[in-house]
């Protein structure tokens, strides 16, 4: 008895301090959101500007997947669902920036945390399972505090794969499939999801093939469909041209990050399979019955076909396996850190439901806060990088400095663009086309992305795309004013042009000036 209140006093203790540090974790959290919804113009990761570039094309009534041999040239590498979303609600609010998309990314992350939290509720009767998912998932590797207020189509696609997966292990597999149609149809690489509910419903072959026939089925039809209306070129940019070479920097750089921050919390969640997987729970009773003792065969058929109705703590744990066996994608060049987005919310759930296995042996209670509280104190350098930024950010917003400051990516180090405000206005009211190798700076200027050079040079590099409508249209002297971050009668090596592109810009324009970090260049004979 003596050792039992120890180790109930020290599991307190533990667990006073894992909802400290996630209480401040989530603290920063919403700091870092409200600082990225309140710049509308600044883009904080790269890939944004060419997402709302291609939100705007909707809001306008345009298509999106345009044929990749004529100007204007940008490579729409998702499925369709997120610039729907984003383009209509532009067009509802008039907003044009990305303000609306981050929204959405958000609410769609909070939505899949409340989806997650109401699995675990019905796995374990108890909601502080769910509140502990949500706080490690929101919180754990800072993942999720990254991606989550971007303009991003990961947040949204995660959050409907959490509905998804939590209306499966309600045994609600026809509106699941439903969920997990409309998150492939937001990114086609939420693959795991589908496949692990199909795991999971076997032997239920009835189910399983209802179930199959909603998600491939509908995928089949959404392909087709949109291969017919693209005239062929859906596939090439989701597929043919999204499917970059692998690079052995990329991976060891990310896969060092990976071990930093979820090496612990992912290798406890595995350990956590030793545990045996709680029993389903019937909505309004304890268990479901065994059947009788005498009848063996018969009643191991019927947990067989009662597991595949409601599968329980089984269908996170072929989650969370399918999950990692993804994370060599990180080698893809242009891999980065929303890759193990899906891994953040699995291992999240393996580890609430391990606590609450756990917490029935009154000896090993101690365990679960432990490796929780460790797996969160790894992520304090991280947060306070974070803090230092968000509170920098924040006051910005509170006593803006002058002249006024936009951050673009930059394509040099993780350092900021900063660009006077001004020089975008400026950018804003010139006439004509822009063609720049900071597609930030077009869509902050409120013009189209004409080319965007680094997708478009590596495609050119793995023999995927011809690079002669851009030499062409720069030829044809297209653009009126060229800006770029690095001058041209400098070295072309580390920049975003091919040898063909910088010697056509060098013959067809001429230097007029730098300004903000740009340099500028006009037609020759301007």
Not at 142 to 167: E, S
Not at 214 to 222: A, T
Not at 485 to 499: E, F, I, K, Q, V
């Amino acid at each position: 008895m003596r050792d039992e209140r120890r180790a109930a006093g020290v599991t307190a203790t533990l667990w006073m301090l894992v909802a400290g540090l996630i209480g401040m974790y989530l603290l920063l959290f919403a700091m870092c959101a409200a600082g990225r919804l309140a710049r509308p113009a600044d883009e904080f990761t790269y890939g944004e500007s060419w997402l709302l570039d291609g939100a705007r094309q909707v809001a306008q009534g345009a298509g999106l997947y345009a044929p990749a041999n004529q100007v204007p040239l940008m490579h729409v590498a998702y499925t369709p669902l997120y610039y729907a979303v984003v383009g209509g609600l532009q067009r509802a609010f008039g907003d044009g920036g990305y303000t609306v998309g981050r929204w959405v990314s958000l609410i769609g992350t909070l939505v899949g945390a409340s989806a997650l939290a109401w699995s675990m509720q019905r796995l374990t009767a108890r909601w502080s399972v769910g509140l502990l998912a949500v706080g490690l998932f929101l919180t754990q590797n800072l993942t999720t505090l990254l991606w989550a207020p971007l303009h991003r189509v990961d947040p949204l696609a995660l959050g409907l794969t959490l509905v998804g997966l939590a209306l499966a292990t309600a045994g609600r597999f026809s509106l699941a499939g439903v969920f997990f149609l409309l998150a492939l149809m937001t990114k086609q690489t939420y693959v795991v999801a589908p496949l692990a509910v199909a795991g999971a419903l076997w032997p239920c072959k009835a189910r399983l093939l209802r179930f199959a026939a909603i998600v491939v089925g509908g995928s089949v039809v959404g392909v087709g469909l949109a291969q017919w209306l693209t005239r062929g070129w859906f596939l090439w940019h989701t597929l043919a041209a999204n499917n970059n070479e692998p690079d052995l920097t990329t991976f060891s750089a990310l896969m060092g990050s990976f071990m930093q921050f979820n090496g612990l919390p992912v290798l406890a969640a595995l350990v956590s399979f030793v545990l045996p997987a709680r029993p389903p729970v019937r909505p309004h009773g304890p268990t479901y019955p065994t059947g009788s003792p005498g009848n063996a065969a018969p009643q191991a058929r019927q947990q067989d076909t009662r597991q595949a109705a409601f599968p329980g703590e089984r269908l996170w744990r072929l989650y969370l396996v399918g999950t990692l066996l993804t994370l060599p994608t990180i080698a893809k060049l242009g891999a980065s850190s929303n890759y193990w987005l899906e891994l953040t919310a699995a291992s999240a759930a393996a580890l609430a439901l391990a606590s609450h296995r756990l917490a029935a042996w009154p000896l090993a209670r101690p365990l679960a806060p432990t490796i929780v509280a460790g797996a969160l104190l790894v992520a304090v350098p991280g947060y306070q990088a974070t803090a230092v930024e968000a509170a920098a950010n924040l006051s910005d917003l509170i006593q803006p400095t002058q002249p006024r400051y936009l951050s673009l990516v930059a394509d040099i180090g993780a350092a900021p663009y900063r660009v006077e405000a001004h020089f975008i206005d400026k950018i804003a009211h010139e006439p004509g086309d822009l063609l720049t190798d900071n597609s930030g700076l077009a869509v902050a200027a409120g013009k189209r992305v004409e080319y965007e050079f680094q997708i478009f040079q590596l495609l050119h590099v793995e023999g995927l795309w011809s690079e002669q409508p851009i030499l062409d249209a720069i030829n044809a002297r297209r653009f009126s004013l060229v800006a770029l971050m690095h001058p041209l009668d400098g070295p072309a090596l580390g920049t975003r042009w091919t040898p063909a592109v910088h010697k056509a810009l060098n013959s067809a324009y001429t230097p007029a000036g730098v300004e903000a970090g740009f340099w500028l260049y006009r037609p020759r004979g301007y």
